[in-house]
């Protein structure tokens, strides 16, 4: 890898900052002062050091957030505050993106990453990754809608859903319900309720794939992923 990439990924600025700090000669490796920004180095056998300080390397972060309403999940976007926005600098110069999509007014479990192959695997269509999502619904919901979810509902573009899992937790003039997806398309969940003649007035996400929600983080916080919940992520990658 090449020096300056190193440095500038773990928050030293701009490969011009970079070679601005190596011109100072702030910069060593192995205790040498180096005087070129390209070159190569191993961030796991080399010891890099800026200003004295020894730089500690990540390739990747892997962040679960409980997503709050109000946020869109988009790196960027020019008119509403985004997810990302959510975290300290100290991730943001990972450049991480959420995976996968929650609507604006969705709450709930959103992975934050820079790992653009996992991202890619957890949200493509052939991988059939679920996500399960908790929700409250504006009517009585029945086993006929079950077995209707079952069997894959129509929605209103013509478009019918894949088989999706509906477990009725309470059933009321307002119904409490599990509901587990294998797709992500616009509005998803949403849509396939009015399908059956019904509305969602509440929707959050606890499960996506194998990494379910940690029912201690509040909503609008976050935390790292642990060795163990990133492994489950990547062997679900090839599986």
Same mark, same amino acid.
């Given at each position: ?22 011109? %100072?000669?702030? #910069?060593? !490796? =192995? *205790?040498?002062? $180096? ?9 796991? %056998?080399?010891? #890099?050091? !800026? =200003? *004295?300080?020894? $730089? ?184």
């Amino acid at each position: 890898m090449r020096l300056d990439k190193l440095l500038a990924n773990t928050g030293f600025g701009s490969r011009k900052d970079v070679k601005a700090l190596i011109k %100072k000669k702030k #910069v060593t !490796v =192995n *205790d040498k002062t $180096v005087k070129d920004s390209g070159a190569q180095v191993s961030p796991e %056998k080399d010891i #890099v050091k !800026v =200003n *004295d300080n020894i $730089v500690q390397y990540r390739e990747f972060v892997y962040i679960m957030l409980n997503k709050p309403p109000g946020y869109v999940s988009a790196a960027t976007d020019n008119y509403d505050k985004t997810v990302i926005k959510l975290l300290p600098d100290d991730y943001k110069r990972f450049a991480p993106f959420p995976v996968g999509r929650l609507d604006k007014d969705t709450e709930g479990l959103l992975l934050i990453t820079n790992d653009g192959d996992l991202g890619h695997q957890l949200t493509s269509p052939k991988r059939n990754v679920e996500k399960t999502y908790y929700a409250h619904i504006s009517g009585h919901v029945t086993e006929a809608d079950v077995h209707a979810f079952q069997n894959g509902v129509q929605l209103d573009d013509g478009y019918t859903a894949k088989p999706a899992a509906l477990e009725i937790l309470q059933a009321n003039d307002v119904s409490h319900v599990n509901v587990t997806v294998t797709e992500g398309k616009f509005h998803q969940v949403k849509r396939m309720f009015e399908a059956v003649g019904k509305k969602v007035i509440y929707l959050k996400r606890i499960r996506m794939g194998m990494l379910g929600l940690d029912t201690e983080l509040e909503t609008g916080t976050f935390r790292e992923l642990t060795e163990a919940e990133v492994e489950s992520l990547k062997l679900q990658k090839k599986s």
